[in-house]
């Protein structure tokens, strides 16, 4: 597990998973077996700070009962096990503190959160994808993988992108290459589910990585519960 780079560093990796509970841990070993780079960050605080009117954040949402909850850590800790033995790139005192969503020109929908960079900053940026501000710099990906909201919260947030959302809210998402793991629309995903979500959002995220083929799994199986 790394830390984070000096303030204002600017970083470039294909995926940014915000939260690094059980969810995040899960969609990061999948895209690690997958080939796939991945940073892990925690929990997003504020959605578009620039704003004022704009505060709302993204709620975690916890196992209630006990059966639940002991399953939930024994893969916790086998996740844990697995990003620290094949050095996931895990940044557990780093959150996340703006979204920015980048056009295909290069310009970002609410610019305030790449205010301050530099020109070379800006070349490093994807023509389309996601700035992810942090307290020690900027992380620009192609694909961004949330793990604590509500779908409500989303719908409200993907507004304040100025994304047009619609009917499919998972459609106008992926789209963006947005990608949810570990959130239900009415509750809470069991441990099971929440395995089963990385595992699909694994594949969705590897196949635009790697639309030749993907390469061979490595590194064993997540873990699943008996």
Do not use: F
């Not at 844990?80 to 033995?85: F, H, L, Q």
């Not at 996340?96 to 900053?121: F, I, N, P, V």
């Not at 809210?169 to 809470?188: D, F, Q, R, S």
């Not at 929440?194 to 969705?204: E, M, P, S």
């Amino acid at each position: 597990m790394s830390s984070m780079p000096v303030n204002g560093g600017i970083e470039r990796t294909s995926t940014v998973v915000i939260g690094t509970g059980l969810s995040g841990l899960a969609v990061a070993s999948e895209l690690q077996r997958r080939g796939v780079d991945a940073i892990v960050v925690e929990g997003l605080d504020l959605l578009g700070a620039a704003n004022p009117a704009n505060t709302s954040s993204l709620q975690r949402c916890d196992a209630a009962d006990a059966a639940t909850l002991r399953e939930r850590n024994e893969i916790l800790r086998h996740l844990r096990n697995y990003a620290a033995s094949h050095n996931l790139d895990v940044r557990g005192s780093v959150r996340a503190l703006q979204l920015d969503r980048l056009m295909a020109d290069g310009a970002g929908a609410g610019t305030a959160c790449l205010a301050g960079t530099s020109g070379s900053d800006y070349a490093m940026a994807p023509s389309q994808g996601w700035a992810v501000r942090t307290p020690g710099g900027i992380l620009y990906a192609d694909h961004l993988v949330l793990t604590r909201c509500a779908h409500s919260q989303l719908r409200r947030m993907l507004v304040e992108l100025g994304v047009a959302v619609g009917q499919n809210l998972m459609a106008a998402m992926h789209a963006l290459g947005m990608y949810l793991v570990g959130v239900g629309e009415l509750i809470t995903p069991t441990p099971k589910e929440v395995l089963r979500q990385a595992k699909v959002v694994g594949q969705a995220i590897s196949a635009k990585v790697h639309p030749e083929g993907l390469p061979s799994l490595l590194g064993g199986q997540l873990a699943r519960p008996a």
